[in-house]
Every structure is written in structure tokens, then in C-alpha cells.
């Protein structure tokens, strides 16, 4: 049987939204994107927006009561009842304490966590593409760098965090959109 409560890991540019959107659809499930959810507010300029929008663009963590804030009022809508892809979050310990906590008030748990891994140059690469493409403010070369050096200190121990708990499978991230999802969904069934 296919895992339903699926969290993406993985740097950034790895990939996490472009799969997520399409397993999410596929599932009948929602996708729960922090960093979508938090573009949106600072696009409505609501307090959340305000609060974030300077983090993301030096390319740093939002502070973790915000972000779990966030997804904790996300996950506990009717529509993630029979499940969820999480993307992107959590990305720090304290977050995916957060996440535990929660999902054990809600009566569930996780049952799959798939890392997306991809070489740091080609991610780099991939980012400066999308810069052209949708002039995201955090897509510039200076900020890319600094989202590397967040996720190797603050998001890369999460990958030990769920290993130990036996929820972890590591997939290779390269090649097209299709290979790499059909070898997510292979890790969601093993
Ligand atoms: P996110 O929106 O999560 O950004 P990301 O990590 O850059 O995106 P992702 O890995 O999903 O890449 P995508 O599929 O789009 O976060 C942005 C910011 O929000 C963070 O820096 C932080 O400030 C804040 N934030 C979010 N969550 C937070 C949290 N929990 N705590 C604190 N702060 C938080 O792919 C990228 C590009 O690659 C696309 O252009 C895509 O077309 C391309 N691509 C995808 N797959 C490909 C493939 N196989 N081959 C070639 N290109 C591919």
C-alpha cells in the first residue's frame, strides 16, 4: 500500500514542490507547502507576511513559532484528514518536534520520509533557471548559496532524526521530472 502522510525532504531546488504538486494530485491528497503558504502571506502583506518576508530574503530560516504556527493550523484541516505531502516542512529539529507533537494531538504519525538528493552545483544551476523563469526574490546567486549553508546545518540532521525512526528512504534527485518521481513512488510503497 502507498504511504498517504509523506514528508518531502531535501535542499533546496531539489525538487520538493514539483513532486509534491503532482503525488499530491495523485493521491487526493493536499500539498502543504511552507514556503508557498509564506509567499502568500507576504504577498497579502498579512502580520505572518511582515514577520517573514526579510528571512526569506536573505535566504534564512523564518523563525520556528511562526512556521509551526503555520502548518499547524494547515494540518489540522478537514481536507489532511486522510493524509498529506509536507514540502518543506519541517526544516529544523525544533520544527520537527513540533510536527511529532502534532500529528500525535491529531490521533496520526508519519508513515514515509523520502530525501530528494541532488549535487549541490546542479541545484545551484537549476535555482539561477528558475530565477529567469519566475523571478522568485531568493533565486539570486548570493541568497542560493546561503539556503545551501542553512539546509547542511539546520534541515541535514533531520535526515538522522527520521532514519533512526526507520521512516527514511534516499532517492537520487537527478534526471527528468519523471524518472525521479517514479522512483518516489517506489520509495513510498517499499
Ligand atoms: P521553498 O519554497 O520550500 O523553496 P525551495 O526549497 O527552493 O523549493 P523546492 O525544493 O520545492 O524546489 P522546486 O521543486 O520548486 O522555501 C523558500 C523559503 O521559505 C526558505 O528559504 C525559507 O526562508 C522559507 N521557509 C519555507 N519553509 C520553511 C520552514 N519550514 N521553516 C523556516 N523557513 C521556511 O524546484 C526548483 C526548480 O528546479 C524549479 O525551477 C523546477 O522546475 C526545477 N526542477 C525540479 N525538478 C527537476 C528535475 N528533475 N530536473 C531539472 N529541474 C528540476
Known amino acids: 500500500?502507498?504511504?498517504?502522510?509523506?514528508?518531502?525532504?531535501?535542499?533546496?531546488?531539489?525538487?520538493?514542490?514539483?513532486?509534491?504538486?503532482?503525488?499530491?494530485?495523485?493521491?487526493?491528497?493536499?500539498?502543504?507547502?511552507?514556503?508557498?503558504?509564506?509567499?502568500e502571506a507576504v504577498a497579502a502583506g498579512t502580520e505572518i507576511g511582515v514577520r517573514a518576508r526579510a528571512f526569506m530574503e536573505r535566504g534564512e530560516l523564518v523563525p520556528d513559532e511562526v512556521v509551526v504556527g503555520v502548518a499547524r493550523e494547515r494540518l489540522a484541516a478537514e481536507d489532511a484528514r486522510e493524509g498529506f505531502i509536507l514540502d518543506g516542512f519541517p526544516r529544523t529539529t525544533a520544527q520537527a518536534r513540533a510536527l511529532d507533537e502534532m500529528l500525535r494531538e491529531l490521533g496520526t504519525g508519519l508513515e514515509r520520509v523520502v530525501v530528494l538528493e541532488v549535487d549541490e552545483?546542479?541545484?545551484?544551476?537549476r535555482l539561477l533557471r528558475r530565477a529567469e523563469i519566475e523571478g522568485r526574490s531568493d533565486d539570486n546567486e548570493e541568497t542560493i548559496r546561503n539556503r545551501m549553508r542553512v539546509y547542511r546545518e539546520e534541515t541535514q540532521p533531520l535526515i538522522d532524526y527520521y532514519r533512526q525512526r526507520g521512516l527514511l528512504r534516499e532517492v537520487p534527485g537527478s534526471g527528468s521530472?519523471?524518472?525521479?518521481?517514479?522512483?518516489?513512488?517506489?520509495?513510498?510503497c517499499a
Open 177 to 188: 521530472v519523471e524518472d525521479v518521481g517514479a522512483r518516489l513512488r517506489e520509495a513510498l
Open 121 to 125: 552545483e546542479e541545484l545551484v544551476q
Open 1 to 39: 500500500m502507498k504511504a498517504r502522510r509523506v514528508l518531502l525532504l531535501g535542499p533546496p531546488g531539489a525538487g520538493k514542490g514539483t513532486q509534491a504538486r503532482t503525488l499530491a494530485a495523485e493521491l487526493g491528497v493536499p500539498q502543504i507547502a511552507t514556503g508557498d503558504m509564506l509567499r
